[in-house]
């Protein structure tokens, strides 16, 4: 069965300071590979997602994140962080095209001034 | 171009009443998924369907059902309301076939905040 971690449910970090979100998932397939954030009161959008191809995927805001079969992880990065980064993060996984998405259990992230 | 749309966006209900939750996709997906979203526990699916016709069990989905008789539509009930089911609800949609490997990402609905007192 699928699942996804991710370690850490509050992340704080300054203001232009390096972003890090740590997701490990398990698959029994190649997967299909998602990060969203979720702002306060609203549905999730996608960040960036990894299907088949280039290991580093560049997302949206300035995030990316690569793909690591052999450490079956999908760590999400920005290397300056914005105040206006805060909010909820959310890794996902699903088995291969058009499979159900499992979500890991969210990482908030704070950004000081 | 509306994307998912979730009908409604708040909602109070006493322990034991019923409700349905309906969500709504014009991107000819054939993917919808219903999640509840809790603190600490992020999403988790309730049920899903693969196509119109079709659905199947999530992981949480003891107290709900749901039916997707039109491919654009997905509905979510709640015969017999518990507060444990005090949650906020997402639908999402996601898997074009025509479209292929491009269009493997869920667009999700603006949510619906459900109390059940």
């Known amino acids: 069965a699928q699942s996804v971690t991710q370690l850490g449910s509050h992340v704080s970090v300054s203001e232009g300071a390096l972003v890090l979100l740590r997701c490990n998932y398990s698959s029994s397939v190649p997967p299909y590979l998602f990060w969203y954030v979720q702002y306060p009161n609203q549905g999730l959008q996608l960040l960036l997602k990894?299907?088949?191809?280039?290991?580093l995927v560049k997302g949206i805001n300035g995030f990316e994140a690569e793909f690591k079969k052999s450490e079956t992880s999908f760590h999400l990065t920005k290397p300056s962080a914005h105040m206006s980064d805060a909010a909820e993060y959310f890794c996902a996984v699903s088995e291969g095209q058009g499979g159900k998405l499992i979500f890991g259990q969210g990482t908030e992230l704070s950004v000081k001034p | 171009n509306a994307g998912v749309t979730q009908t409604p966006k708040f909602r109070v209900l006493k322990t034991g009443q019923s409700m349905t939750l309906l969500c709504a996709q014009d991107m000819n997906h054939e993917y919808m998924y219903w999640y509840r979203q809790d603190p600490g526990m992020g999403l988790r699916l309730i049920h899903y369907?693969?196509?119109?016709?079709?659905?199947a069990k999530g992981e949480v989905p003891d107290g709900y059902n749901v039916s997707r008789l039109k491919k654009q539509n997905f509905l979510l009930g709640l015969e017999s309301a518990a507060p444990s089911q005090t949650s906020v609800y997402f639908c999402?949609?996601?898997?074009?076939?025509?479209?292929?490997?491009?269009?493997?990402?869920?667009?999700f609905g603006q949510g619906t905040r459900l109390t059940v007192v």
């Open positions: 990894y299907t088949t191809g280039a290991t």
């Open positions: 999402a949609s996601s898997y074009s076939i025509d479209r292929g490997l491009r269009n493997t990402e869920a667009f």
């Open positions: 369907s693969v196509g119109e016709g079709t659905t």
